[in-house]
């Protein structure tokens, strides 16, 4: 079945780099893309960004311009978020989220990784 | 960029029908999806399209659209719905953009 496996939680220092790996699998990687997302503790969902796993084009939140970065690696059907400059606020789950499709305008996240913890703390 | 605005908090006794309500200038353009999110658990979609559900999301969950408002309604609460929501949809200044509301905290009295 369609599944996001996301790797696992990781505490960090501020001002260094994290990448969270997203492996897919169940379905054809290169037709869905991925989006990531977002939770502070407590807090609500803030969307970040997608990649096309299929060409590698990008975009992301105007704020998260030039924190992140989005790739993919089509061999093992993984898509990595990388996230630099981290401060105490980047302390988060970060999820992973395949767009499905859909026939009307819109957009919906129908299977979702489990969340990776990352903790930014001195 | 847009924004979906979302009531904090509402609550429901069980068995009875709740009405959750996103607003927002992208649901002219966009249709919503909607999210429930139990503690410790990802997101999981219940309604998305015009009122369209993923296998395994019970019936009593629908969704509508009127202008700039989504609705995400459960009839007959059950306790299991306890949860978090969260609505969707694509930034209307910038469709390669999405956005997500605030949330809603549903309580099952």
């Known amino acids: 079945q369609v599944h996001l496996l996301q790797s696992g939680a990781e505490v960090k220092k501020p001002g260094a780099s994290i990448k969270v790996s997203c492996k897919a699998s169940g379905y054809s990687f290169t037709e869905y893309y991925i989006h990531w997302a977002r939770q502070a503790p407590g807090q609500g969902l803030e969307w970040m960004g997608w990649?096309?796993?299929?060409?590698?084009?990008?975009k992301s939140k105007q704020k998260f311009q030039g924190k992140v970065s989005m790739t993919r690696d089509t061999s093992i059907n993984t898509i990595y978020m990388e996230l630099n400059r981290l401060i105490y606020d980047d302390t988060a789950i970060y999820y992973c989220a395949r767009v499905m499709r859909m026939s009307v305008a819109g957009i919906a996240f129908d299977m979702w990784g489990q969340g990776t913890m990352v903790t930014v703390s001195s | 960029s847009s924004e979906l605005t979302q009531d904090p908090v509402v609550s429901v006794a069980l068995g009875q029908t709740i009405r959750i309500t996103c607003q927002g200038d992208s649901l002219r353009n966009y249709y919503a999806s909607w999210y429930q999110q139990k503690p410790g658990q990802p997101p999981t979609l219940v309604i998305y399209?015009?009122?369209d559900r993923p296998s395994g999301i019970p019936d009593r969950f629908s969704g509508s659209n009127s202008g700039n408002t989504a609705s995400l309604t459960i009839t007959g609460a059950q306790a299991e719905d306890e949860a978090d929501y969260y609505c969707s949809s694509r930034d209307t200044s910038d469709n390669h953009l999405a956005l997500f509301g605030g949330g809603t905290k549903v309580t099952v009295l």
């Open positions: 399209g015009r009122n």
């Open positions: 990649i096309n796993p299929d060409t590698g084009s990008t």
